[in-house]
């Protein structure tokens, strides 16, 4: 097994088949993205793909030169195509960046054939990973920030010595462990701890970044903290594109609902009968034989769960010589798995998918405990929630744009009905290519393809949060529902940037006459604009009583009026009926 995952290792390395996926790191203090956080996975369908087993193998096998090289290259390039302002964060380990596998010249190389400036780039440095010449790695972080680049610790509180290496390096930016802060609202020792780097920081003139933040209780304790910036799934998983739901920061009526319905944890749970941590191991059993389809007890105190007994573990306790009649009396805490999965009711089923491939590389757990505000609620079967996830991924594979793989016109027409219901206030836009036509018709389908998935990767990343939606009507016309307060600026971003992308698709004598001959849709032959986009966007208020079908033909009137204008954007105010 081990030779197979080294063998494998070479195998992507040689091939560069890794793959950069970006985190958002936000400022709740002004609600942007700061940040993005480079990680680096395996092909999908390797056993490779996890980071942890990724690195762990790299470092087995005497191959962590060669795979933190290839990473650091590939987010370069991928940060590069993205082209968005924020700070790129990126991983290196501290031997890499010790003589002689620290080369300046090539550094410098990397940025320069991406275009990058080392202002942009935070180089974060594992304390997970302790290094012996810490005189040699503060001479490499000086000549970095003399350059320009900012320096970070991270995973301060999981390793070996990160308050000797936060004095010795003075970085710019420390990023506290994920597990100081997971259940922050509800751990007093954890509270304390970061509290304590809380003034740390203040006295050094270093920036705090939470890690793993996923619940809104743990993001109030973070902020009442004083910490503004943080990381986790609260606010975007890691993806392939540069996008964050900011929905968290919103005032509580910008809210979207949360759904608990087929997409949530709560459509998993079973209400299994906790047992008290004091009962004995020799009642479980029974238990567990009265109802056989259990394979495993939540163990509850307080309302509070403390972690999974499995039918297994007592089964192989009992198995062994005497070993009923010495364990049968103990408590079940003796045999209590308390790194149990632990999720919120409204937790997504993908969100829960994820948090189970990452929080073991070498075995899938088959149960789950599911609260409500941390408190028991049921179990959830790791079976049961890949077979909905399939089912889902079905469902939307029949209804996706075959291009794009966006919601086609069944989810759009759920969508929008489902947003009437709500009775809140949004808005609908309804976003059209100018001239597409006779850019598909001379430079070909290949070309107009490549501009629609520009396209809809713009919609996307502009339109981030959970509560935004991005479909495709067909062709070159797409939908967005949203509750973003300043729709308008946001089309206007999206159309400089579409105008900016889609004319590089041009030659160079068409992007100079600025127009294209072709033959229009009435069939005669002249003269066309380069591409553009037009946006209609229908702003709809709070209690307004049209349908789904009314608010569609307005969008397409909005969209009419946005090919006519000057600015290509229209907007048409929906008073309440």
């Known amino acids: 097994m081990q030779d197979g995952l080294g063998f494998e290792l070479q195998s992507l390395i040689s091939q560069e088949r890794i793959t950069t996926l970006l985190q958002p790191i936000v400022d709740t203090a002004e609600g942007v993205v700061y940040g993005y956080e480079a990680l680096s996975r395996g092909p999908s369908d390797s056993p490779l793909h996890a980071a942890p087993m990724l690195f762990e193998t790299a470092e087995r096998c005497n191959l962590t030169r060669e795979l933190e090289t290839l990473c650091l290259r590939t987010a370069a390039s991928t940060w590069a195509g993205h082209g968005v302002p924020q700070k790129l964060f990126v991983n290196v380990s501290p031997d890499m960046l010790l003589p002689p596998r620290f080369e300046t010249a090539r550094l410098v190389a990397l940025l320069t054939a991406n275009r990058l400036s080392p202002s942009d780039i935070v180089i974060e440095l594992s304390e997970r990973y302790p290094t012996t010449d810490l005189a040699g790695l503060q001479k490499s972080l000086q000549w970095l920030k003399s350059r320009g ?89 890691p993806k392939a594109i540069p996008t964050a739901s900011l929905e968290a920061l919103l005032p509580a009526p910008w809210r979207a609902p949360q759904r608990l319905t087929q997409e949530a944890a709560l459509s998993l749970c079973e209400p299994v009968a906790a047992i ?25 105190e307080a309302g509070r769960p403390l972690g999974l007994l499995h039918k297994w573990r007592i089964l192989e306790t009992f198995s062994t010589p005497y070993g009923r009649a010495l364990n049968e009396k103990r408590e079940v805490l003796h045999l209590l798995s308390s790194d149990a999965l632990v999720v919120e009711h409204t937790m997504s089923l993908e969100d829960i998918s994820q948090r189970l491939i990452e929080e073991d590389l070498h075995y899938l757990k088959q149960h789950f405990i599911i609260t409500e505000e941390g408190r028991y609620l049921g179990l959830g079967a790791t079976r049961s929630l890949l077979q909905q996830i399939t089912a889902q991924k079905i469902e939307k594979a029949r209804y996706a744009n075959p291009l794009t793989l966006l919601p086609g016109n069944v989810p759009i027409q759920q969508a929008l009905e489902a947003q009437v219901n709500l009775a809140g206030g949004f808005t609908l836009i309804y976003f059209d290519i100018n001239n597409f036509k006779p850019l598909n018709d001379v430079l070909g389908y290949r070309t107009g393809d490549r501009v629609i998935l520009n396209l809809a990767e713009a919609l996307v990343s502009e339109f981030p949060a959970r509560s935004d939606f991005v479909g495709h009507i067909g062709g070159d016309d797409f939908v967005v529902i949203t509750r973003n307060e300043d729709p308008a600026a946001v089309c206007e971003r999206i159309q400089h940037g579409f105008a900016l992308s889609a004319q590089a698709c041009y030659p160079a004598d068409m992007q100079a006459a600025g127009f294209v001959e072709s033959t229009g849709r009435d069939g005669h032959h002249g003269r066309f604009p380069l591409v553009s986009l037009s946006a209609g966007l229908v702003r709809v208020g709070p209690g307004d009583r049209r349908t789904a079908d009314q608010l569609a033909d307005t969008a397409s009137y909005a969209k009419t009026r946005a090919k006519a204008s000057p600015e290509y954007r229209f907007t048409q105010s929906v008073a309440a009926a």
């Open 149 to 237: 680049f900012i320096i970070a610790i991270d995973d301060l509180g999981s390793g070996y010595s990160g308050l000797k290496l936060w004095s010795e390096l003075k970085p710019d930016f420390v990023k506290i462990d994920r597990h100081f802060v997971r259940d922050i609202q509800d751990d007093l020792v954890k509270r304390e701890f970061v509290r304590s780097v809380v003034d740390l920081s203040e006295r050094l003139g270093c920036r705090l970044i939470a890690e793993g933040v996923e619940t809104a209780a743990e993001l109030k304790l973070i902020s009442e903290l004083g910490i503004t910036l943080v990381q986790g799934f609260l606010f975007g998983r």
């Open 276 to 300: 008290a941590p004091d009962a004995t191991l020799n009642e479980a059993w029974q238990r567990l034989h009265r109802e056989p389809h259990l394979f495993a007890l939540p163990v509850v």
